[in-house]
């Protein structure tokens, strides 16, 4: 079982629990705006600081992470329970190893809360310092699900920076709001293409990020570059963070972790963390 090491109060279980410090829900009001790259490239920077880090794939009808991470199935279960998978020192769980590539999930939310409820109360997830949690767009059945099977300790809204990405990104963090989540900050992605000549184009228009960061009392993150090796990396299975830890982008996602981290440990309760008991 892994040990989370790095905090005061993190306490190994016994096997039929698992223990989560912080979880982090990383969420957007639309899809298409990089949401699983940033949840990813973040599970990713925040184990490079040595803590001990799980990926949950919370989008149960359009699940990427086992692609994004490179790993094609998770290992055999032990009784009811998941043994999660493991890439870059990762634990991660996801429909996307429990379904074809092309079987479309046809779910109403019963079906849905149930299968969230076994990927969180269902997975040997051990001593966990940060779960990270990859929403899916929108603010259904999901994100609801979620708040009432496991005490989220922020989010992370993800946006573009057009003021229509911006409209629908306002929703998830109202979202977070009544879930009585905090919001720990806003990530503005594919903020600009660098060009050859230094210069930069902003695609998608700007000072949307900074728009919203505003309406959220939250910091903006980040703004991240437009960067094909960032696609290339989510296609391959190697993450830009691991196939180019040099990157700009690779930095603005360590300093990211280092960031949130600090603000968790500030803001913390000094509580042991969130015990969540295995279903039987």
Do not use: C
């Amino acid at each position: 079982m892994s040990q989370a090491g790095t905090m005061d109060g993190a306490l190994a279980l016994e096997n039929e629990h698992a223990q989560v410090r912080y979880a982090i829900a990383v969420a957007s009001g639309k899809g298409g705006v990089g949401k699983s790259t940033v949840a990813v490239n973040l599970a990713i920077a925040l184990e490079k600081q040595g803590l001990a880090v799980g990926l949950m794939d919370a989008d149960i009808y359009g699940p990427n992470i086992p692609t994004m991470m490179g790993v094609n199935a998770m290992p055999e279960p032990t009784g009811l329970t998941i043994t999660p998978a493991e890439a870059y020192g990762i634990k991660l769980v996801s429909m996307g190893f429990l379904v074809r590539p092309d079987q479309a999930l046809i779910w109403r939310g019963p079906m849905l809360h149930n299968a969230i409820r076994q990927f969180v109360e269902g997975t040997a997830w051990g001593a966990l310092d940060v779960l990270v949690v990859d929403l899916p767009p929108g603010t259904g059945d999901a994100q609801l699900s979620l708040s009432q099977v496991l005490g989220l300790s922020g989010g992370v809204i993800v946006t573009l920076p057009q003021k229509v990405s911006i409209e629908d990104a306002r929703r998830g963090m109202e979202m977070f709001r009544k879930m009585d989540v905090p919001i720990l900050g806003i990530v503005e992605n594919m903020s600009f293409l660098a060009l050859e000549d230094g210069s930069q184009m902003t695609v998608f228009g700007s000072g949307g990020g900074e728009t919203l960061a505003g309406e959220a009392e939250a910091p903006l993150l980040a703004k991240l570059p437009l960067d094909p090796a960032v696609r290339e990396g989510g296609d391959t299975g190697k993450p830009i963070s691991v196939a180019s830890p040099g990157s700009n982008f690779s930095v603005l996602f360590k300093q990211m972790a280092a960031r949130l981290m600090d603000t968790l440990q500030q803001e913390g309760d000094g509580s042991p963390g969130l015990e969540i008991e295995m279903l039987e």
